[in-house]
């Protein structure tokens, strides 16, 4: 009877051996298929019944110097920093030094209607609050270095009407993000970056986390790209810190997201009562500082970022034990999609792998139309122009680029560009242009 048990148990063994060989197989095969595309350079790291199941890393963390990325690399996170700024928010109402329910006035006194959005709105992107990134301004700034008080920061919105009644809809909201941490200024006394580290990165030794990603001294510092391949790169600054603040300036590595993945789940930070008040949503799929969605019928955890040159996304799956954190230093909108593909092999669902654009041929007189000089503001024009049987576009005094018809009216080239042709009673009159996270939208002023 032993010796039957015994067998069984090897066989189980082998099973779950040969199943955990498969994933490592697919999980391969699906980020290279995206690093083809040019929308994967970084790391990946995956937690399954509280193991490391996965991790590797891909690419270059620095092209001029040909460095690889490594387990060890260090990436801006973009607005995965809002789970941290909520974080504290939380810890801070368990300490009994604020309320979720608290109006804001009572922090930030002379604050546009204050007594009507709470704590709650912001954390939740209830509160209405004008976009920052709506302002010209501010996002010429973004690749600045001037360093900006959090007070500066908040002028570049706090005079905006709002965009609905506080509590009534969502919409997310950097602005009421970078309100929270001048709210926890206020509170702690602490400057942000300082209030993190002692709220979160110290208790859970996050020790290759921080805020002022350029004055990092560590060999593991990514450069950021806008897109990258083995034939052509293009370096791209990151954002200003003290501009993207509280809503998206820290950095991290995958092993310290781990160790905040560990620190929610064994309630290390705040208690379990307010993680679970923090994972319900509110609106939208929202709640205090995380999505929740639904994948599969499992109710998962998650939160990306995006910022110039970097991407990050965590899941969570509590119950499952289940960790997804990926880390990327090109702008790219693909690594949700990624992280619920992984997602899906871990639980046997289907997935789909992405492959390479196609090039159609359009005919000429289709490719005619397309032709002129597009502007989207007086320092940036656009010139399409057509050699033989393809588009090129010129902008500015720059080289030339080739262009690829992906379908009649969009197209696309080797440096991840989209350009989609706006066309009004079967008249080209605009351009949009896309490029990672920015859109430009040219208006068509001569042929």
């Not at 004008?130 to 501010?138: D, H, L």
């Not at 993945?261 to 290390?268: A, D, Q, S």
Request: charged share 25%; proline share 4%; with cysteine.
């Amino acid at each position: 009877m032993k010796r039957h048990i015994t067998i069984i148990i090897l066989l189980l063994l082998t099973c779950l051996a040969v199943k955990a060989q498969n994933n490592h197989t697919k999980f391969d095969n699906l980020l290279n298929a995206y690093v083809a595309v040019h929308q994967f350079n970084g790391s990946a790291l995956i937690i399954q019944d509280g193991k490391k199941v996965y991790e590797k890393s891909f690419g270059y963390q620095n092209a001029a110097t040909k460095s690889l990325i490594t387990k060890n690399s260090v990436f801006p996170i973009g607005s995965l920093t809002k789970p941290f700024t909520a974080l504290i928010i939380l810890k801070l109402a368990e300490e009994k030094k604020l309320s979720v329910n608290d109006p804001i006035s009572k922090y930030i006194p002379d604050y546009p209607r204050g007594n009507e959005i709470i704590i709650k709105h912001l954390l939740t992107h209830t509160a209405g609050i004008y976009e920052s990134f709506r302002n010209p301004k501010y996002r010429e700034l973004l690749n600045t270095k001037q360093a900006f008080r959090p007070e500066d920061k908040i002028a570049f919105f706090r005079n905006e009407p709002l965009d609905f009644e506080p509590g009534s809809k969502f919409s997310y909201s950097n602005s009421g993000y970078d309100l929270l941490g001048s709210i926890i200024e206020k509170v702690t006394k602490l400057p942000y970056p300082t209030a993190v580290n002692r709220y979160i990165f110290d208790p859970l030794k996050m020790n290759k986390s921080g805020f002022y990603f350029e004055a990092l001294s560590d060999t593991n510092k990514v450069t950021g790209y806008s897109y990258i391949s083995a034939a052509k790169q293009v370096e791209i600054k990151f954002w200003n810190p003290t501009l993207t603040y509280a809503s998206g300036a820290l950095y991290s590595t995958t092993g310290d997201l781990l160790k905040l993945y560990n620190g929610l789940i064994n309630f290390k930070i705040i208690s379990k009562q307010t993680f679970d008040a923090a994972t319900t949503p509110f609106k939208a799929g929202y709640g205090y500082g995380w999505f929740i969605d639904t994948l599969y019928g499992d109710r998962v955890i998650d939160h990306g970022g995006n910022v110039a040159g970097a991407t990050s996304y965590l899941l969570m799956m509590p119950e499952r034990k289940t960790c997804i954190i990926l880390l990327n230093n090109i702008t790219s909108t693909a690594l949700e999609k990624i992280g619920n593909s992984m997602y899906a092999v871990l639980q046997n669902k289907p997935y789909t792998i992405p492959k390479p654009k196609q090039e159609i041929q359009l005919n000429e007189r289709t490719l005619l139309k397309y032709m002129g000089t597009y502007e989207v503001s007086k320092n940036y024009k656009v010139e399409i122009l057509k050699e033989a049987d393809a588009l090129f576009m010129k902008i500015n005094n720059e080289d030339i680029i080739k262009l690829s018809a992906e379908r009649e009216g969009t197209f696309f080239s080797d440096e991840d560009m989209v350009l989609e042709f706006i066309d009004k009673d079967d008249k080209i009159i605009g351009l949009k242009i896309k490029q990672g996270l920015s859109t430009k939208v040219a208006d068509k002023i001569g042929s």
